[in-house]
C-alpha cells in the first residue's frame, strides 16, 4: 500500500530503514480508511520517519512508545530541532500523527498495552447525563455532543481532578464561568453554553444532587428572536454562484449538484451530503430527506433541474465507492464517505469565483434565498415552515422581514401623502427643494431689541427674524396645507412658543450695530 504514495524509490529505501518500517504499511491503510488525502498521508509519514530517528538515537525502543514518549518528543526534541530534512517541525501536525501511530501500534499489538484506567466519578456522571439526552430526552447528536462538552469544561473549571461536590456550587460560580469566555466567544456561543448548562443542571436535579434553584441561576444570555435579518442573494447572484462551476470535471459536477439542492430545495449541508442512492424515487420524482438534525425523514418533490444535476454527477463524475452515498470524496484511491464539509467548501470557494463579497455565502444563505423565493412567488407562511420542514411555523415568521413587497403593502400611508413615492428627499413641507436656497444669518445686536441683517432689513425691529422673514410667516411656510384648520392653528402655535424667547447668543455669531 506504501508504493501507492510514495513512487520514489529512493523514498522507499529510506523509509525500509526506519524502525517503524513493518508498521508504516498498516498506518498508511488506516489513513485511507479514515479518508485522509495522499498529501496528508505523505506529512504523516514524514512525521513518523521523524521520530523512529529520534527514537534510535534516544536508544529507546518501539516497545516503549506511549503518550509520555510522544510529549518528550514533541515538546523537548521538536523545540531545538536540527534534524536533515525531510522532518517535520509542525507541533499540531507531528502530535495528530504520532496520535494514529499509536492507535495503529495497539491495534496490532506492537506495543505494550496500556492498563485502563479507572473512569473518574465526574466523567461518570457526564457519560450518564449524555446517555439521558439521547435516549430519554431524543435530543439530536449534535445536542448531546455540546452538552457533554460545557458539563466537562464546568466541572474541570470548578473542581479540577478533585470529586465534585455541587453543592458548593453558586451562582457567583456559575456567572464567573460564563463571563470568564464572554470576551473570546460570539453570542450564539455563550448561548449554546449557557443552556447545556442549565441543561445539565436540571438533569443533576432530576437524580437529586443539587436543589431545584441552581438551574435557574444560569444568567440568560441577551438575543432576541427576530431581532436580525436572513442574508439573502439575489437572483443575479445565484445565476453567478452556480455558473461559476466547472462541470466539466468530477468536483464541478459535485459541487453544482450539491448547490442546487441547497438553492432550490433550502436543505440543510448534512442533509445533502446524508443522501444516498436509495432516498431519490425516479418513478415518482421525490426525494426522502434523511433523518438528521429533525431526527425525523421528509419527502420533497425533486425538480427537473436538481434531477439532472444529481443525474450527470452519478453517471459522470461519481468515481466508484463502497458507500451508497450520492456524493463523495474524490481521492486518487479511490472514493470514501463525505461529510458536510465538501459541501461548505463548493459553496465558498463558488462565492469566491463568483466575486461575491466573503463570508456573504453558505449553505445558510442559499437555504434563507430560497425560503425568501418561495415567499415572493406568492407562497404562504405555512409552505414555507413544511418546504424547510420546520415543526413550528414561528419559526420561519424571521423571513417576512426580507419580503419587501408584502411590508410595502401592509405599511400605513404617511398623513397627507398621495401614496407616491418621493424622488427628491429636499421637497418635503416647509424646507427649501436645494440646499443653494438656504441662506446665512446674521445676528446684530441692537437696542433694546435682536434683529437680523440680511439683503432685506425690516422698518420695524422684530425680536427674532430670520432674513428679513417675520416670526409668523416662518411658521406659517412650514403649515401642511393637507392639516385641518385646527391642526394647522396648534401647529401655528407649537412654531411661535419655539421661536419665543429664543437666544442667538448661544448658537449663532453676532456683531454690535454702528
Known sequence: MIEHIFRSARVLRRLRTSVFFAAIDDYVTYLIERGHPPSTIQQYVQAVEHFGGWLRRTRCSVERVNEQVIERFVHGHLARCACPPPCSTSVHQVRASLRHLLIVLRCTQRVVAVPSRPVSKSETLVREFEAHLRQ???????????????????????????????????????????????????????????????????????????????????????????????????????????????????????????????????LRACEVSALTVDDVNWRAGTLTIPATKTRRADVLPLPAAVARAILAYLRRGRPPAKTRQIFVRHLKLGATHAGPGIVRVAVREAGVRAGLAKGSVNPNSLRHTAATRLLRSGATMKDVADVLRHRSIDTAAIYAKVDISALRNVAARWPGSSGEARVDGHARRGLPRRPSQIRPVTWVRSRPTWRCVGHKRQRQPQRCTARGVSRSSVASRSINPHLTRTQKSHQRGSSDRRTEGLNPTSSMPWRSES
Open 136 to 266: 430519554e430526552r431524543g435530543a439530536a447528536e449534535v445536542t448531546c455532543v455540546y452538552s457533554a462538552r460545557y458539563a466537562r469544561e464546568f466541572i474541570a473549571d470548578c473542581f479540577g481532578d478533585k470529586v465534585p461536590q455541587f453543592s458548593r456550587v453558586r451562582a457567583s460560580t456559575i456567572a464567573g464561568f460564563l463571563a470568564a469566555r464572554a470576551d473570546r466567544w460570539t453570542p450564539g456561543s455563550m448561548k449554546v453554553a449557557a443552556v447545556s448548562l442549565r441543561r445539565f443542571f436540571r438533569y443533576l436535579q432530576m437524580v437529586g444532587q443539587i436543589d431545584a434553584g441552581l438551574a435557574r441561576a444560569v444568567p440568560t444570555i441577551a438575543g432576541w428572536r427576530l431581532a436580525s435579518v436572513p442574508r439573502v442573494l439575489t437572483d443575479q447572484q445565484v445565476t453567478a454562484l452556480l455558473a461559476s462551476f466547472d462541470r466539466s470535471t468530477p468536483i464541478g459536477l459535485r459541487g453544482y449538484a450539491t448547490t442546487l439542492c441547497l438553492a432550490r430545495l433550502g
